[in-house]
T-cell receptor
């Protein structure tokens, strides 16, 4: 059974702080996704990666296939980054397994 | 806007009634997924289509749930004889062959 675990579950940061959210998974995967969900439901895909590192603006995602671990980093955090961040993995693209999410609050 | 759209956004129904949700994926996307999400939890897989073929279905999905994607474009998710435990957000996502996920805004179901 594929288990996806995220840490921390909740995170509060001051504006400008560097933030790291971690994701561990238990079985081999073909891709890992980082998603952002704002209150009200809408989910936006941030990254899809299968190796190495990707960067988009102030967001950086890394993955270590050997250690079955991925991290999402936010540099110079801002209150508008407040959201739930979810990681999800897939082996075949037929099914995705989701973590329970990390709720981030950035205080001005 | 040509993103994933879901309808209705909110549905309140009485226990025992049937409900149907519709998802219109991004037009070039051959993969379509349905998920269910309850408060404080990550999305839970329900079913997956590649074009019109339903390739995977969660074992958690009772026979009250059925999904179709008749022409490989839009999809419907029907819940028969709804129960209070069915109250959740029902999310649809589509994906091109490259694998990125694009989610709709979801359909929130409340069963009274």
């Amino acid at each position: 059974k594929n288990e996806v675990e995220q840490s921390p579950q909740n995170l509060t940061a001051q504006e400008g702080e560097f933030i790291t959210i971690n994701c561990s998974y238990s079985v081999g995967i073909s891709a890992l996704h980082w998603l952002q969900q704002h209150p009200g439901g809408g989910i936006v895909s941030l990254f899809m990666l299968s190796s190495g590192k990707k960067k988009h603006g102030r967001l950086i995602a890394t993955i270590n296939i050997q250690e079955k671990h991925s991290s999402l980093h936010i540099t110079a955090s801002h209150p508008r980054d407040s959201a739930v961040y979810i990681c999800a993995d897939t082996n075949t693209g037929n099914q995705f397994y989701f973590g329970t999410g990390t709720s981030l609050t950035v205080i001005p | 806007d040509t993103g994933v759209s879901q309808d209705p956004r909110h549905k309140i129904t009485k226990r025992g009634q049937n409900v149907t949700f519709r998802c219109d994926p991004i037009s070039e996307h051959n993969r379509l997924y349905w998920y269910r999400q309850t408060l404080g939890q990550g999305p839970e897989f329900l079913t997956y289509f590649q074009n019109e073929a339903q390739l995977e279905k969660s074992r958690l999905l009772s026979d009250r749930f059925s999904a179709e994607r008749p022409k490989g474009s839009f999809s419907t998710l029907e819940i028969q004889r709804t129960e209070q435990g069915d109250s959740a957000m029902y999310l649809c996502a589509s994906s091109p062959w490259t694998g990125e996920l694009f989610f709709g805004e979801g359909s929130r179901l409340t069963v009274l």
